[in-house]
């Protein structure tokens, strides 16, 4: 049962690495996805907030990546520790939401719910 649970949370794991790989991919590619971040008003033709958002895109890629260097090279207890390290993420994007005024539907719904994912995926992985 437990290397059934490891498995899954594993797989899950690696989905979540991969996925934050491609929206930091896109949003490198499709500035203008960053609106569905939810931050009301999002200037994705400005300049300036293409730079940043461009620095958001490659650390997105990069937590991904960790995500799945450590899903290959180490141990599925070092996988739920980097999995619950890094639902801070979507936490910290809930946060930002917020404080700009931005749908709560977003903030709960997208960054919320994922940030619950990792924490469960996490945990699951520390009890395999």
């Not at 300036?48 to 490659?58: E, G, M, N, P, S």
């Amino acid at each position: 049962m437990l290397s059934t649970i490891a498995t899954i949370t594993t797989v899950l794991a690696g989905l979540i690495g991969a996925g934050v790989i491609v929206m930091g991919a896109r949003a490198l590619w499709a500035p203008q996805a960053a609106a569905g971040f939810g931050i009301p008003d999002t200037p994705t033709e400005d300049g300036t907030f293409r730079a940043w958002l461009a620095v958001k895109a490659v650390r997105d890629i990069a937590a991904g990546l960790l995500i799945l260097v450590v899903l290959v090279g180490g141990t599925t207890h070092l996988l739920g520790w980097v999995v619950l390290a890094a639902a801070f993420i979507p936490v910290g994007d809930a946060v930002i939401v917020l404080r700009s005024n931005g749908p709560k539907a977003a903030a709960y719904g997208v960054h919320g719910v994922t940030a619950a994912v990792m924490l469960v995926i996490g945990a699951l992985l520390l009890l395999a």
